[in-house]
Nanobody, 125 residues
Framework: QVQLVESGGELVQAGDSLRLSCQASGRTFSNYAMGWFRQAPGKEREFVAAISWTGASSAYADSVKGRFTASRDNNKNTGYLQMNSLQPEDTAVYYC??????????????????WGQGTRVTVSS
């Protein structure tokens, strides 16, 4: 089982940038894809981005494509989500998760087995 800890969330203004980090413990992190999800108040958890085990391929939700970039450093057991041009609708708790496969096939939350506790991002207008 991989344990994940997110960090980097904070209150920012519209147009600002943030980088979230996801520190993993356990030796299996580098063997699997990882994903980023978010959950806004009163809404279901939604897919944001995912990156394959080597970082060679990634996928994004349409709402963040072109603004967010997922990356990872397997030597540091850490994943990142660079978020640019943040908008109030990006306000949510952001979660990282480790997938069950090396590349992302299924973007639903059930395809990911280990989850962090979340980090809150608030974007003011």
């Amino acid at each position: 089982q991989v344990q994940l800890v997110e960090s980097g969330g904070e209150l920012v203004q519209a147009g600002d940038s943030l980088r979230l980090s996801c520190q993993a413990s356990g030796r299996t992190f580098s063997n699997y894809a990882m994903g980023w999800f978010r959950q806004a108040p009163g809404k279901e958890r939604e897919f944001v981005a995912a990156i394959s085990w080597t970082g060679a391929s990634s996928a994004y939700a349409d709402s963040v494509k072109g603004r967010f970039t997922a990356s990872r450093d397997n030597n540091k057991n850490t994943g990142y989500l660079q978020m640019n041009s943040l908008q109030p609708e990006d306000t949510a708790v952001y979660y990282c998760a480790v997938g069950r496969t090396r590349v992302v096939i299924d973007k639903s939350p059930t395809a990911f087995g280990s989850w962090g506790q979340g980090t809150r991002v608030t974007v003011s207008s």
